[in-house]
């Protein structure tokens, strides 16, 4: 053997990596006691069914899981892998991570803003899960490689129920649209009478599906009822010195442009925009004269009188004093009537016209609303200026959302074909919040339901809040204002007065 041949060295032998996990283990030196250990705990989790994989971050989770003797099999694809272990149907993806149109109202997008931009496992300055404890849980992955999952816990439900095995769980139920959509909770609050002696106003602003004809229809009748208590609750405070925001500033929140009628409708990508409520100068409200000029003018009495019959109306027919009445006593206002109503209402509450001889109808004003607050449990959070918010049924992290306060613009938005496919809500703003240090804020609570029958939920003893980046307003459109999401918020900084 020549010398040359006796000083190469023997080739390298190049150990093949776990597929699942993209990086190679930190530590590539495994000592024998360390490896019977892995493999002990792999075979006694696999005997006792304890395998799980988490798509997603869920740290505490993954942790909570190890404490109780589970093992977990890495999986690092986009969508859930299959319940028959490792195969080549594992990187399948039967249904995209963007479907917002699912017919059976499932909810398959992350709801859950605080997962968005979560430190993923590409982040350099974070260990990935299977290089933790000198990468002792990467090798327990590729020990169990072979063992489907017992449990598998997802962001995302995109998910086939149907192939789970018996010995299997997921973390999202199937058809579960009711309670995890829009849609579908608007449909859960209106069986709530067949279920429960409360009223879904109790608890929940007012909603309705705009894709329906009935609900449409009610929606129609609701926004004239509010605008009638909204008109009566605005001379109420005007006459007792009840200080408003200004008004031309919620007419600025209102417009996206200049006050141009050929504007487009703005599209439901759009971030919270609000539609502009009326052209005139604050004060005046014009009227067409019979030579065809405009003169300014108040928003007359008739309007106040039209307002005190239908409120008094609705009153006596929630307190069952209507059943003795004589039908021809009441008389349903025209649609024109209602429309030229809705217009003084504008006038008045978005403009600031002034109001003819509302002082003398406040005795009879105070009496109205006095009765309105009983049988109205949103009566002190509706606030004067009939605003409404539009939301995508199945949508989340404020994705979509639009906000009018002109009933025939929510009409020709409904009217779409975007609204239809949409499956739109419509629910009524809370022009009143609770704030915190004169910020909105919303609570974030979790629940787990692990069974339906009987129905078993268990509900985390803590909550956190989720606060705007700005003081509330009502005087501006800045979504970080007026929605609470991270995946809002995240792109604003603290107002330091705040």
């Not at 010995?167 to 909770?185: A, E, I, P, W």
């Not at 408003?244 to 209102?254: Q, W, Y």
């Not at 649609?335 to 509450?349: K, L, M, N, R, S």
């Not at 692990?450 to 009502?474: A, Q, V």
Request: aromatic fraction near 10%.
């Amino acid at each position: 053997m020549s010398p040359s041949n006796r000083s190469k060295s023997p080739p390298k032998v190049t150990r093949q990596a776990d597929p699942s996990p993209k990086r190679t283990i930190v530590n590539d030196t495994i000592n024998t006691e360390r490896l019977k250990l892995a493999r002990d705990e792999a075979e006694r989790a696999m005997k006792d069914h304890k395998i799980f994989t988490i798509i997603g971050p869920y740290p505490a989770l993954r942790e909570s899981l190890r404490r109780r003797g589970w093992v977990e099999k890495f999986y690092r694809g986009s969508t859930l892998p299959s319940v028959h272990g490792n195969k080549k149907s594992d990187k399948k993806n039967s249904k995209s991570d963007d479907d917002d149109e699912d017919d059976n109202d499932d909810d398959n997008n992350n709801d859950d803003d605080d997962l968005d931009d979560h430190p993923s496992y590409e982040d350099e300055d974070k260990v990935p899960p299977w290089e933790e404890n000198d990468g002792y849980y990467g090798i327990l992955s590729r020990l169990v490689r072979a063992a489907a999952p017992n449990l598998i816990w997802s962001v995302r439900a995109s998910y086939d129920t149907s192939t789970l095995a018996k010995d299997q769980m997921v973390n999202h139920y199937s058809r579960n649209g009711c309670f995890t959509t829009k849609v579908g909770l608007c449909n859960s609050l209106r069986n709530l009478q067949w279920f429960h002696s409360g009223c879904a106003d109790e608890f929940y602003p007012r909603c309705y599906k705009l894709s329906q004809e009935d609900d449409k229809v009610a929606f129609v009748d609701d926004y004239r009822l509010t605008a009638c208590i909204s008109f009566l609750k605005l001379i109420q405070n005007r006459c007792k010195g009840v200080i408003e925001p200004d008004m031309n500033s919620i007419l600025a929140m209102s417009s996206d442009g200049p006050d141009d009628p050929k504007t487009p409708m703005p599209t439901i990508d759009e971030q919270l925009p609000l539609t502009r409520s009326l052209t005139m100068p604050p004060g005046q409200l014009l009227f067409k004269s019979l030579n065809g000029k405009t003169s300014a003018k108040k928003v007359p009495v008739s309007a106040i009188e039209f307002a005190l019959y239908k409120v008094n109306h609705f009153t006596s027919s929630r307190d069952h004093e209507d059943i003795d009445m004589d039908s021809e006593m009441h008389i349903d206002p025209t649609d024109e009537q209602w429309t030229q109503f809705i217009e003084q209402f504008y006038a008045a509450a978005h403009s600031n016209v002034d109001i003819d001889g509302m002082e003398r109808f406040l005795s009879r004003i105070d009496e109205c609303l006095k009765k309105v607050a009983h049988h109205c449990p949103q009566y002190h959070i509706d606030g004067t200026r009939n605003i409404w918010i539009l939301k995508p049924g199945a949508k989340s992290r404020g994705r979509g959302i639009v906000v009018y306060d002109r009933l025939e613009d929510i009409l020709k938005l409904c009217s779409s074909t975007l609204t239809k496919d949409g499956k739109f809500v419509v629910q009524k703003y809370i022009e009143r919040p609770l704030l915190i240090h004169n910020t909105k804020f919303d609570i974030r609570q979790w629940f787990l339901v692990t069974d339906w029958n009987p129905l078993t939920i268990w509900m985390f003893k803590g909550c956190y809040l989720r606060f705007c980046t700005e003081h509330f307003s009502l005087e501006t459109r800045n979504q970080n204002v007026h929605l609470c999401n991270y995946s809002i918020q995240k792109h604003y900084k603290n107002n330091s007065n705040r």
